[in-house]
């Protein structure tokens, strides 16, 4: 059975730092890679997606990587702002439900951030 | 924009109701999915669905059942609410990709309290 880890599972940082939050994940046989944030008391929200015949993805000042062979993936947030404050959840998307391409996702647990002002 | 919404924000019901989460999405999308969330256990996925009248079951099926009766709409089902069903559930959806669902997209959240 899949299961994705992320550490730390929590962090808290200056404003103005770049970082760095980590998911790893034991099946390398996964579809693709999602990573969302979650602000509190709220649903998620998607904030990339690696194909798993990529090896990153970048939107804005998020960069994502994926090694499936390690079975790690990355999300890197330069110079960081006081509203990247948030809980950050990967997941991955791997046949293990169906077998087939319709599948839901395998969740980390999260990465809680806060990044002093 | 993908749109996902969710009927309710917050519910509350007796132990013994039948319980009703409706969710729509606006995009036309093939695949729909209904997850919990719990403090220390994450997301667990629930039902999912591939097309209007099919469903799979996730993680955690037992005590709900799902209807899709239109593709726009899927609903998750707790037949007799039990209070270990307490829980934030979160409804997504995805199109495919060359054979693969793609990115999953979520609503709002219900939050349930069950007493």
């Known amino acids: 059975k899949q299961e994705v880890t992320q550490i730390p599972a929590a962090l808290s940082v200056p404003e103005g730092e770049n970082l760095v939050l980590n998911c790893s994940f034991t099946?390398?046989?996964?579809?693709?890679l999602q990573w969302f944030r979650q602000d509190p008391g709220k649903g998620l929200t998607s904030l990339l997606l690696?194909?798993?015949?990529?090896r990153e993805q970048t939107s804005g000042r998020l960069n994502a990587s994926l090694d499936k062979s390690s079975g790690r993936s990355t999300l890197y947030i330069a110079a960081s702002q006081p509203g990247d404050s948030a809980t950050y959840l990967c997941?991955?998307?791997?046949?293990?439900?169906?077998?087939?391409?319709?599948?839901?996702?395998?969740f980390g647990k999260g990465t809680h951030l806060i990044i002093q002002p | 924009d993908v749109k996902v919404t969710q009927s309710s924000r917050y519910l509350v019901k007796r132990t013994g109701e039948k319980v009703f989460l409706e969710c729509v999405q606006d995009?036309?999308?093939?695949?729909m999915f209904w997850y919990r969330q719990d403090p220390g256990l994450g997301l667990r996925l629930i039902y999912f669905?591939?097309?209007?009248?099919?469903?799979e079951k996730g993680d955690i099926p037992e005590g709900y059942s799902v209807s899709r009766e239109k593709k726009e709409r899927f609903s998750l089902i707790l037949e007799s609410a039990s209070t270990n069903q307490t829980s934030m559930y979160l409804c997504?959806?995805?199109?495919?990709?060359?054979?693969?669902?793609?990115?999953?997209?979520f609503g709002p959240g219900t939050r349930l309290t069950v007493t």
């Open positions: 099946d390398s046989a996964i579809y693709n």
């Open positions: 669905s591939y097309d209007v009248k099919m469903k």
């Open positions: 690696i194909q798993s015949s990529q």
């Open positions: 997941a991955s998307l791997g046949g293990m439900y169906s077998g087939g391409g319709a599948d839901g996702l395998t």
């Open positions: 995009m036309d999308h093939e695949n």
């Open positions: 997504a959806s995805s199109g495919w990709d060359r054979g693969i669902s793609y990115e999953q997209y």
